[in-house]
């Protein structure tokens, strides 16, 4: 999954005119990438009363955009996944075999300078159990994620607030969008 990821952004490198390399130094010494197997076992009976209903469906999932740099994510066939169109409607992803869902995180859109959008997505309860490998790619912890990567490449001299990619996933997840899984997560200096 790393290779898979460090070779679709030299692609996409190429794509933009800019150097093939230009994102590898980000990912080349302990990078934050964490893979995950996840489980979303069904209902015993009808959804909670706290559950999250939208559209009139149960979201397992709710509305978010991913804070690292790139997602791959397998799904084994298994429905659910909807993103956000430009048109601002919920789509649903259809399930092609031997393939892996790309959503680009809020990180590679910062470097990016907006340029590229982070993917807004959310699961739906498909009322039976729902597997999902997601591999998050996310740079080395001290990589600078301020700096606009594609003016740099243009040479183009853009004025920045330097900041680590760690504190900068630490600020995002446990301030802004308040998972409560990492409320508890220290402050780091
Ligand atoms: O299970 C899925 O299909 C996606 C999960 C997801 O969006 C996430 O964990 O960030
Ligand atoms: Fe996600």
Redesign the pocket.
Known sequence: MHNTGVEIMRLASLGLGIPENTFDYMFASKPCSTF?I?H?PPWDGSPPDNAKIEDGKVLI?PD?T?TNFL?L?A?FGYK??EVLTQDNEWAEIETRPGSLVM?IGDTLSRMMGGRFKATR?R?IDIGVD?Y?V?FFMSPNFEVDVGIDLMSKALGEKKEYTPEKYGHYALRRIKYEKKYFEYRDLPDIK
């Open positions: 995950r996840m979303y999932t978010h991913d997602t994510l799904r659910g996944l959503n997505h699961v729902r999902s997601p």
